[in-house]
């Protein structure tokens, strides 16, 4: 098991890190035209920072079960005035994005991270790009498209399977020149993964989160934890998100990325206050 680096995106990770989820979308899976117009997106990326966020993911395109391509120009419309202004106020952000144009747009903008679904494989200009920047950036584990990909979810052993397609997403980064020290994994819990395979992979974290790199958990309000709990209602699920975050960052997750940034900024703070002593 190789130990993750010491910091990552110049933010130290000696504690776990938040990561806000800010959807410029009209039909995102759980908040979707909630931060449509500039200016409410800018009002809540204030608020998420206020609460104690680390990042904001901020994306343009919903990559929920079944959703369609949204083209790079309507992207960069969405997100970049709310970039530009979140990232002037000095805000860590991080664009959530399979497209080049937009990475590029965005990291004009101010945006220090690119977040992948695809692992920068959906745009064949995205590996030189994110090399050339030498910016940060998350590589998430799915099979096919957003589109597609419910139905790819066939797996051997899913955390080996994804253990071994993340370290090829990783490989063919390092090949075209991004610098290991950039590198994020995220196990991409809900792409091409179904209910049970969800849960076997969350309970891998440890032996994930030991690949040698920052490891991000998004999990937030994800229906597997709703058929877990009984809660049909998406928006209604963060007390399962914390619940389960908590069980990520136990078995050595870096940074969650959520919807609740409060609940999950104080449920932490307890977490790390409850077991700074481990001798009781």
Partial sequence: MLTAPATWAGLSLARPLVMGIL????????????????????????????????????????????????????????????????????????????????????????ARIINDVSALRHDSAALPLVAARNCPVILMHMRGTPDTMNNLATYDDVAADVAAELLAARAAALAAGVKPENICLDPGLGFAKRGAQNVELLRATRRLAGLGHPFLVALSRKRFLGEISGEAEAAKRDPESLAAGLFAVARGAHILRVHDVAGTVRGLRVWQALNARDDD
């Fill in 23 to 110: 959807n410029v979308t009209p039909d995102s899976f759980s908040d979707g035209g909630r931060h449509a117009a500039p200016e409410t997106a800018i009002a809540a990326g204030r608020r998420m920072l206020a609460e104690g966020a680390d990042i904001l993911d901020i994306g343009g395109e919903s990559t929920r079960p079944g959703s369609a391509a949204v083209p790079p120009e309507d992207e960069i419309t969405r997100i970049q005035p709310v970039i530009r202004a979140l990232a002037a106020e000095g805000a860590v952000i991080s664009v959530d994005t399979r497209n080049a144009p937009t990475m590029a747009a965005a990291l004009d903008a101010g």
